[in-house]
């Protein structure tokens, strides 16, 4: 129920969201330097798992990244398809992906899934697994913290997680932790990210 608050929230915020952080200028040159070097290694189609505005899939297709945007929030699907005529979005969950198995090369998860509850996550990376071919790429990028926790986001609760917890459920439904890092930027919250790999035979 929680998720479907917050999906309902964005709608409502989804044009002052759009307007004050759908540019990729608006993003961190960190996470830009890593979600290029990560891009540029995956063979086969990427989703943009929760991609908003879709900012970070047209940047990608710039890039030459064959790439699709999918997006719980309607509104933010119009605005996406609006800025970006030249990429393709359409509404989509990330427990539902909508794509036959191992058909994606890679998945671009980037805090997508602060909003979900704990209990939810293992049910989204089992799709997740379902979709990425063996031996392809997710990115997961997320609210970094001491303990699963929830906190008071601007537009709709959201939660922290340890890396450690979240490998452990990764681990779980077939991913293989290639890197993972924490950094805290002024004047925000602590930052998680975590590369993975699909993997063979899972």
Do not use: N
């Not at 979900?116 to 996550?121: A, M, R, V």
């Not at 609210?143 to 008071?152: L, T």
């Not at 990764?170 to 890092?181: S, T, V, Y």
Request: aromatic share 8%.
């Amino acid at each position: 129920m929680r998720g479907q608050q917050a999906f309902e929230a964005y709608g409502r915020r989804a044009r002052e969201y759009a307007d004050l952080l759908g540019s990729i200028s608006a993003t961190a040159a960190e996470d830009r330097a890593l979600v290029e070097r990560w891009a540029s290694a995956i063979d086969g189609p990427v989703l943009d798992v929760g991609c908003g505005p879709g900012h970070w899939t047209a940047w990608l297709r710039e890039l030459g990244v064959d790439i699709e945007g999918i997006d719980p929030v309607q509104e933010f699907v119009d605005i996406a398809a609006h800025r970006h005529p030249d990429c393709a979005y359409r509404q989509g969950t990330a427990e539902a992906l909508g794509v036959p198995s191992a058909s994606l090369g890679g998945a671009l998860v980037w805090y997508s899934l602060i909003h979900t509850e704990p209990s939810g996550l293992p049910a989204a990376f089992a799709e997740l697994a379902r979709c990425i071919r063996p031996g392809g790429g997710l990115l997961l990028g997320f609210f970094e913290g001491s303990a699963v926790e929830p906190f008071g986001h601007k537009v709709a609760t959201a939660f922290t997680w340890p890396i450690a917890d979240l490998a452990r459920l990764l681990d779980d439904a077939g991913f293989i932790i290639e890197h993972a890092h924490a950094r805290t930027d002024t004047g925000a919250r602590p930052h998680g990210a975590i590369v993975a790999t699909r993997a063979s035979g899972a």
